[in-house]
Nanobody
Framework: QVQLVESGGGLVQAGGSLRLSCADL????????MTWFRQTQGKEREFVAALGWYSGGTVYADSVKGRFTISGVDAKNSVYLQMNDLKPEDTAVYYC????????????????????WGQGTQVTVSS
């Protein structure tokens, strides 16, 4: 059974870096697309970045391009989000999401597409 668990959130000053991790503790190898979303209070979940697990393809939101990098390690059933040059507007709860369907099949930016979700990890960027 898929169980996604995020870690790595915290408080950082603007311009700093954080690395988020998301592990599939169930080690089912059934997830083909892994994606990071973020959410602030009162707003819908916002797409951040997606990874096609077997293709290696990546997609980024315009707001994070050039600053964030999504990657995965198959042996660890984990996906990472390296976040550099953080800005106060990056403050949010970050969620990883997974789905058994392929990276080119999903509407990647649509949260309702994803079957599995982690519990979220808070990222706070101070100015």
């Amino acid at each position: 059974q898929v169980q996604l668990v995020e870690s790595g959130g915290g408080l950082v000053q603007a311009g700093g870096s954080l690395r988020l991790s998301c592990a599939d503790l169930g080690r089912t190898s059934s997830i083909h697309t892994m994606t990071w979303f973020r959410q602030t209070q009162g707003k819908e979940r916002e797409f951040v970045a997606a990874l096609g697990w077997y293709s290696g393809g990546t997609v980024y939101a315009d707001s994070v391009k050039g600053r964030f990098t999504i990657s995965g390690v198959d042996a660890k059933n984990s996906v990472y989000l390296q976040m550099n040059d953080l800005k106060p507007e990056d403050t949010a709860v970050y969620y990883c999401a997974g789905d058994p369907r392929g990276y080119t099949t999903l509407v990647l930016r649509r949260a309702a597409e994803y079957r599995y979700w982690g519990q979220g990890t808070q990222v706070t960027v101070s100015s």
